[in-house]
């Protein structure tokens, strides 16, 4: 529902600017935050419908930096490529819907397991065809033979079957990036390191310098970002050194690594995908990769290695946000926000910085840092009420019951508070009480 002017009143405002969380309501006018009042004065818009948030706490919606819709909640890469693309766009659009149900009200596509599955989707948002978080649309993984993303068989060389774009040599490469951005997709994926559990090592970096050279140029002469799969230290520094915008995982980076990113920080993103780490680790043995197994892969090594690293990366100042590759059958789309509980929890970060990391550099990967991911006069009114206090308990966000009220772009997606029309007024009862409606006059 489309509503001109929605006023949120008695809510506890979490603005996301590093400030304590204050009482307050907030008028949203069209799909903007028109004004902001503290403490107990009115807003004083009788044509504004209102919600009574009873406490409630109200933050920015959530940025995921690290989303790939098309991964099937599966356990293997090949049977997230195997669905038919028919079912894989269906597949697509509910996830969507899972996500903004959650609070994500923007998400980067890290890659597409097709060609065109999230400039499609993206597409479908935006035209109001079906619900979903505001999304910018990746291509598929661009792969070399070989590596991360090479799914054929010596005896069945079928490119369709591939999760990746292989490409051998700078024109290849130059042919692959132009026809993605023919597609529209946003941004670029480049698999710059290895995967354990695709039986190829985290630490590798197949990619010639001539051939990411390419990639990036191409993508920048046509105004695109760029996103790698970089594990490694050196595809780390190959990130820094070609301007590569977004840096998935970096569980190795040395300090010459760090030292790079640091002195560049304000030109890039880190989304490490934590919980991969921990839960491939410790959670998936359901699916037949126990513990021991996890280990004997190289998991558990990196995720040591990545705590460390990542550690350092925040005290550094380098932005690290939530996301990366949920939609396994151990980390469903979805469980998200299990992300910002592993940042306080391995990281160290404080729930406060975990917050941010989630919103205000959510609007800024988003590149709407001026107008998204706070609670601010003038911002785009993409907006969350949770019965709950995440600065108190992280987990709350994980919880969808507690999500009670999820606004993008001024409309409101779901909701589970009465929403009064405009003129009624609200007379506030006790916390034990309900509180009574009367129209005014």
């Not at 033979?145 to 369709?160: K, Q, R, S, V």
């Amino acid at each position: 529902m489309h509503n001109n002017k929605i006023a949120f009143t008695n809510v506890t405002i979490f603005d996301a600017s590093g400030d304590k969380p204050y009482k307050g309501s907030v008028l949203v006018e069209d799909n903007r935050i028109k004004r902001i009042v503290r403490g107990t004065a009115k807003l004083h818009d009788l044509d504004a419908q209102t919600i009574d948030g009873k406490g409630a706490f109200l933050m920015p919606g959530m940025t995921e930096a690290h989303t790939h819709f098309s991964w099937n909640d599966q356990p293997s890469l090949a049977a997230i490529q195997m669905m038919p693309p028919e079912e894989h766009i269906l597949w697509c659009v509910g996830v969507a819907k899972r996500y903004l149900d959650m609070g994500w009200t923007s998400c980067i596509g890290a890659a597409a397991a097709k060609a065109r599955l999230d400039v499609v989707l993206r597409n479908a948002i935006n035209s109001g065809q079906f619900p979903g978080p505001r999304y910018l649309a990746g291509s598929q993984e661009v792969s070399t033979i070989g590596a991360l993303g090479d799914n054929t068989l010596p005896h069945l060389p079928f490119p369709e079957l591939n999760f990746g774009a292989l490409c051998c040599g700078p024109e290849e490469i130059r042919k692959t990036v132009r026809t993605f951005i023919k597609y529209g997709v946003d941004h670029l994926k480049i698999n710059l390191s290895g995967e354990y559990i695709a039986g190829i090592a985290a630490e590798t970096s197949p990619f010639a310098e001539e051939e990411i050279a390419m990639l990036v140029s191409e993508a920048k002469r046509f105004g695109k970002r760029v996103a790698a799969h970089a594990r490694s230290a050196e595809s780390v520094k190959q990130c820094v050194r070609y301007g590569i915008d977004m840096i998935y995982h970096a569980s190795f980076a040395d300090e010459e690594a760090l030292d790079m990113l640091e002195a560049n920080k304000e030109k890039h993103f880190v989304a490490p995908g934590l919980a991969w780490l921990i839960r491939t680790t410790y959670n998936a043995s359901e699916w037949g990769v126990t513990p021991a197994i996890a280990e004997k892969m190289g998991y558990k090594r990196e995720l040591e290695a990545a705590c460390e690293t990542l550690q350092k990366m925040h005290k550094r100042g380098i932005r690290v946000l939530p996301g990366g590759d949920y939609g396994f059958a151990w980390m469903p789309h979805g469980t998200n926000a299990m992300d910002l509980e592993y940042f306080t929890t391995y990281l160290g970060m404080s729930n406060m910085e975990a917050l941010i990391s989630a919103t205000r550099y959510g609007g800024q990967i988003m590149m709407q840092g001026s107008e998204l991911g706070q609670v601010k006069e003038g911002f785009l009114a993409d907006l969350m009420l949770v019965t709950g206090n995440p600065l108190a308990d992280i987990k709350v966000l994980q919880d969808p019951e507690k999500i009670a009220l999820v606004m993008k772009d001024g409309v409101i997606h779901k909701s589970s508070f009465q929403i009064q029309p405009p003129g009624a007024v609200i007379h506030h009862m006790p916390a034990h009480k309900t509180a009574r409606v009367t129209a005014h006059s």
